[in-house]
């Protein structure tokens, strides 16, 4: 039951946008559309920002999209602002009714 | 306000164990389906377990399945985690989250309680 595959980290400038990929197997990402997002500043709880793949919690900014393909999963993060600086982890179900988070990636603006 | 205090962590030795819970409110905690998640310092995180809303369906990583056991008390609005055999690798804050209604996620999350395996 390994970890989800991140990329360690991603930057970008103010305004731009950016990608957090999120790959896994068939019998996870690829076999569900149950793929959930979380952000997490430092010393914080995680706060969830997209669910079942593409869908945004009540009061998340429509700046954050999530999709899939296959076997990944992706976080976009458009207009990127300073206070998106924090480390965010993929969550997906698995075949064995278990559940996998993310290796993580750290944002840096 | 949906609030999720967990306790009962600690420094214990190797091979020791210890029972974490966690004290839900502002919720009617029979009704969700429930989560431990902890982080390693300066690691991800890492899903441990789930429960039913019922207790009748409980799941584990691969990394405690036989060390961990999850358990709730509706009448108590409490979740708990029987940690035994524990090792150097278990050191982390444990928190209690809760699944989200309706969608397969967690919506909220405890403060954590931090467990640290030494001798």
């Known amino acids: 039951q390994s970890a989800l595959t991140q990329p360690a980290s991603v930057s970008g400038s103010p305004g731009q946008s950016i990608t957090i990929s999120c790959t896994g197997t068939?019998?996870?990402?690829?076999?569900?559309?149950?793929v959930s997002w979380y952000q997490q500043h430092p010393g914080k709880a995680p706060k969830v920002i997209i669910y079942d793949v593409s869908k945004r919690p009540s009061g998340i900014s429509n700046r954050f999209s999530g999709s899939k393909s296959g076997n990944t999963a992706s976080l976009t993060i458009s207009g990127l602002q300073a206070g998106d600086e924090a480390d965010y982890y993929c969550y997906s179900y698995t075949t064995r009714s278990t559940y996998v988070f993310g290796s993580g990636t750290r944002v840096t603006v | 306000e949906v609030q999720l205090v967990e306790s009962g962590g600690g420094l214990v030795q190797p091979g020791g164990s210890l029972r974490l819970s966690c004290a839900a409110s502002g919720f009617t905690f029979s009704g969700y389906s429930m989560n431990w998640v902890r982080q390693a310092p300066g690691k991800g995180l890492e899903w441990l377990s789930y429960?039913?809303?019922?207790?009748?369906?409980?799941y584990y990583a691969d990394s405690v399945k036989g060390r961990f056991t999850v358990s709730r008390d509706n009448a108590r609005n409490s979740l708990y985690l029987q940690i035994s055999s524990l090792r150097a690798e278990d050191t982390a804050v444990y928190y209690c989250a809760r699944t989200c209604t309706k969608a397969v996620c967690i919506d909220f999350w405890g403060q954590g309680t931090p467990v640290t395996v030494s001798s």
């Open positions: 429960i039913s809303t019922s207790s009748r369906n409980m």
């Open positions: 068939s019998s996870d990402v690829g076999g569900y559309n149950y």
